[in-house]
């Protein structure tokens, strides 16, 4: 069974819908470990409550960028995952890291990608007047939310829709898109993937 480690660092919503379709056995893979890169990350407590793993690795903690990563990376290669997938974690990954876990990281985006790469994508999608907004599942590379993109959800713009409106519908989103490319990664070899 592919191994899993789920990387967050807020409210860790997409962690839980993941681990529960795991435990509610939708989902064919095992969660070896919740890692947050924040010590008050509200998901801590939720991956407790799951009876996952879950251990901090607070970025503050380090002097610098590349020791930080360090340390992650050197706790990810002890879990031995098939698969990382970002959710919520809100560090940028150096190419170095990205490397070294070549093909296996998969972040979700608050956005139909390649539209608004980066931050604020609920607000741009209502300055522009798009009728569609989503999300998307892709492969992490060295480029900023460029990755090949493994799935992605679409949902209707609403007339009267706020930043926070879009946000907590697209949450629900998210959670559905996530688990499913995970389930169609489920049987997949990392290197079966090419970036
Ligand atoms: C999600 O909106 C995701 O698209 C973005 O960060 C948010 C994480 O939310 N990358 P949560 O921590 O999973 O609730």
Redesign the pocket.
């Known amino acids: 069974m592919k191994r899993l480690c789920i990387l967050?660092?807020?409210?860790?919503?997409?962690?839980c819908a993941i681990v529960k379709a795991i435990q509610k056995g939708h989902l064919d893979m095992q969660c070896v470990g919740v890692i947050s890169h924040r010590a008050s990350a509200k998901?801590i407590e939720k991956a407790q409550a799951l009876n996952v793993p879950v251990e901090v690795i607070d970025h503050h903690a380090y002097p610098t960028r590349g020791a930080f990563e360090q340390a992650l990376a050197q706790r990810l290669e002890a879990l031995n995952p098939d698969w990382i997938a970002?959710?919520?974690f809100m560090r940028i990954l150096s190419p170095e890291f990205i490397k070294r876990f070549e093909n296996k990281i998969l972040?979700?985006?608050?956005s139909l990608l390649p539209k608004y790469k980066g931050l604020n994508t609920h607000q741009r999608v209502l300055d522009a007047k798009d009728d569609i907004h989503g999300?998307t599942v892709h492969l992490v590379t060295e480029e900023l939310d460029d990755g090949p993109i493994l799935g992605q959800m679409q949902m209707p713009v609403l007339e009267d829709d706020t930043p926070q409106s879009l946000?907590t519908r697209?949450?629900d989103i998210?959670h559905i898109l996530y688990v499913e490319v995970l389930k169609s990664l489920a049987f997949e070899k990392p290197d079966q993937i090419s970036a």
Not at 107 to 110: D, L, S, V
């Open positions: 967050i660092g807020g409210t860790g919503s997409n962690m998901g970002l959710a919520g972040n979700i985006h608050p999300a946000q697209l949450h998210e």
